[in-house]
């Protein structure tokens, strides 16, 4: 990741790898800017869309369970130096999920701080936008450093899945 100033704030631009070098052809690339409200993430993904399985937008978005079992983005954060973190997943469809960890992969629990959670998605013949918003705040004080990290899957028409 690499750093950069952003309207008084850090911003930290990425590019993710596929863990297994699949998926050749699509590029998930993006951005993150902590505020002191919250963290604007935006993703990027370009490729071939059509190879891709794509969910259709939900005309009602809301809280799904499984979505890292299909294509989507997901974000991990934690207070730096602190066990517990929080798991976001983000579907195209518009769907969402917030987990809570008290450890890594232990005391999972949906987040109930956050009863929605909106962003935004454009997809055209070869690219696909998503920008979030994330109210931060609501779980992790302004003033704590934090660590984060960024994922996504892609699910190809062959069922295949890549994870970045």
Request: proline content about 5%; hydrophobic content about 40%.
């Amino acid at each position: 990741m690499q750093a950069d100033r952003h309207a008084g704030c850090a911003m930290v631009t990425f590019t993710l790898q596929t863990w297994d070098n699949s998926a050749v052809g699509f590029q998930v690339s993006g951005h993150a800017v902590r505020s002191r409200t919250g963290l604007h993430l935006c993703y990027e993904l370009r490729g071939k869309l059509t190879e891709l399985l794509l969910p259709a937008p939900n005309a009602a978005p809301c809280r799904t369970d499984g979505l890292w079992q299909s294509t989507c983005f997901e974000f991990f954060v934690a207070p730096k130096g602190l066990p517990q973190y929080w798991e976001v997943n983000l579907s195209l469809s518009g769907d969402w999920n917030v987990y809570a960890f008290a450890d890594y992969r232990t005391g999972m629990r949906e987040e109930s701080a956050l009863s929605v959670l909106p962003f935004t998605m454009q997809q055209q013949a070869d690219c696909c936008r998503l920008e979030l918003d994330f109210p931060l705040a609501k779980l992790i004080s302004p003033e704590q450093s934090v660590e984060m990290a960024v994922s996504a899957v892609l699910q190809e028409r062959n069922s295949r899945r890549s994870f970045h």
